[in-house]
């Protein structure tokens, strides 16, 4: 079974431009989390989705926004780039929301 | 709210020791689940072991073992033998089923234990 997959893995931008990545679940996995991760806050929830809704917000400014499609997969996008946006960015699946959560390889997004 | 302490930020061992991680967890919740994931080099987050609030029985897995005691809130992993390739970062994490569902699919991370192993 394919695992999660994240695309793009790489990403250069300039402050205020805006940014979409892109996060393919594991087969069969409807719930989708996101998460960023900074040397200084470490790893933080962003959001999480689950049949198309968003079910939970973590503490991040509107910005940040996301959605879910019927076939799970799901996207964030990053609107009025800041330098502190500067991060891994990791998709995470379960097949439900109190399942265990596996991992993508990341996006990892530079602001310059 | 929930917080997870590991208090080793980093650890550094000569290949064949035994090395422990450690992991406090908070949370007013009864059910909760509790994790350890592995991030090499690579950036790649490896689940490892999800335990639930109710299991307190140690596990062991090859090389690896896991102690957890509700009465003092840890969760902590045990490397037997630890081998180069065990050279990673590694963060304990929380989950808990919080009242109306306002914690699905939220893990909340420890600040990780940077894991050298020396040949």
């Known amino acids: 079974k394919a695992g999660v997959t994240q695309t793009p893995r790489y990403l250069i931008k300039t402050r205020g431009q805006q940014v979409t990545l892109s996060c393919s679940p594991i087969?069969?996995?409807?719930?989708v989390s996101w998460y960023q991760q900074t040397p200084g806050q470490g790893l933080q929830f962003l959001f999480e989705?689950?049949?198309?809704?968003?079910?939970n917000k973590g503490n991040f400014p509107g910005r940040f926004s996301g959605r879910q499609f019927s076939n799970s997969r799901s996207e964030m996008n990053v609107s009025t780039l800041e330098l502190g946006d500067s991060a891994l960015y990791l998709c995470?699946?379960?097949?439900?929301?109190?399942?265990?959560?596996?991992f993508g390889p990341g996006t990892r997004l530079t602001v310059l | 709210a929930q917080k997870v302490t590991q208090a080793q930020t980093e650890i550094s061992v000569v290949e064949k020791e035994d090395v422990t991680l450690d992991c406090v967890y908070e949370?007013?919740?009864?059910?909760?689940?509790l994790f350890w994931y592995k991030q090499p080099p690579s950036g790649e987050l490896v689940f490892l072991i999800r335990?639930?609030?109710?299991?307190?029985q140690n596990e062991i897995s090859g090389r690896y073992s896991w102690n957890f005691q509700k009465s003092t809130s840890s969760f902590n992993f045990t490397i037997t033998a630890s081998q180069v390739v065990d050279s990673a970062v590694y963060f304990c994490?929380?989950?808990?089923?919080?009242?109306?569902?306002?914690?699905?699919?939220?893990?909340?991370f420890g600040q990780g234990t940077i894991l050298t192993v020396h040949p």
């Open positions: 994490a929380l989950s808990d089923v919080g009242a109306g569902g306002t914690s699905y699919g939220k893990l909340t």
């Open positions: 949370t007013r919740d009864t059910t909760y689940y």
């Open positions: 989705y689950f049949s198309e809704t968003q079910r």
């Open positions: 995470a699946s379960s097949l439900l929301p109190t399942d265990t959560q596996y």
């Open positions: 335990r639930n609030s109710f299991d307190e």
């Open positions: 087969s069969g996995h409807r719930s």
